[in-house]
């Protein structure tokens, strides 16, 4: 069974959230404030995604997210902002979500997101990858999908992991954004160019010597991004 988390307090929103995911084939487990969601997340380690609401009585979304990530890399988090909420101001707080939706938002942009997360948490039947790709420093292991550097383990999400495999697999070539969400988050995802930086920007901080002047990720001005050394 597919098992996402909802975490919403308003119950209007929570439902129509559910509602549409259960359609959707998931099965939702609900909780309306921060300290239920960990809760209900203890009880069911199976779930693979989870929605976060940021605006909750007691711990916000943030924290709950933080809270989340601390214990599982594994796990897919979509935060659910609202539009008055300055998108600077999220991404720069979303150290440890996926991906965010807008409120308000369709069922259909909301299922193909929690979809597309879905298949790169692993929640779906994936082709058996096998062996790894070597670049020194780094080491990506494609069994386990987890990256070393120098012989250190660096802990992804599976989103980054999906982003540092495409850039493995491509060394030195120029990767546009739109290439990059494509392969990454899936062409039938409806979403913004902008969550492909959001990522990159906390990649670099994970795997380069100095975020600030990166020499693995190359920005290309306009374009996208360049794997090479
Ligand atoms: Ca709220």
């Known amino acids: 069974m597919k098992k996402v988390l909802v975490l919403e307090d308003e119950s209007s929103i929570r439902g129509f959230i559910v509602i549409n995911l259960r359609r959707a084939g998931y099965e939702v487990v609900e909780a309306e404030s921060g300290e239920e969601a960990l809760e209900r997340l203890r009880e069911n380690p199976d779930v693979r995604v989870v929605l976060l609401d940021i605006m909750l009585p007691g711990i916000d979304g943030f924290e ?67 062996g790894e790709i070597s670049q020194p420093p780094f080491v990506l292991n494609l069994r386990n999908r987890s990256l070393e550097k120098d012989g250190a383990r660096i802990k992804l999400t ?34 913004e160019l902008k969550i492909v930086d959001v990522n990159i920007r906390r990649l670099r901080l994970k795997i380069e010597d100095n975020a600030q002047s990166p020499t693995y990720i190359n920005t290309v001005w306009g374009y996208g991004y360049k794997w090479g050394f």
């Open 64 to 130: 709950v997210c933080r809270r989340i990530r601390a214990g599982n890399t594994k796990i897919g988090i979509i935060m659910l902002t609202a539009r008055s909420q300055e998108m600077d101001k999220v991404t720069g707080l979303m150290t440890g979500a996926d991906d965010y939706v807008t409120k308000p938002f369709s069922p259909a942009e909301l299922t193909a997101r929690v979809d597309a997360l879905f298949r790169r948490a692993g929640g779906e039947t994936e082709t058996a990858d096998a």
């Open 158 to 191: 599976q989103v980054e992991y999906s982003v540092m495999k495409l850039f493995m697999e491509n060394p030195g070539r120029a990767l546009s954004r739109e290439e990059i969400l494509d392969k990454v988050w899936g062409r039938d995802y409806i979403g």
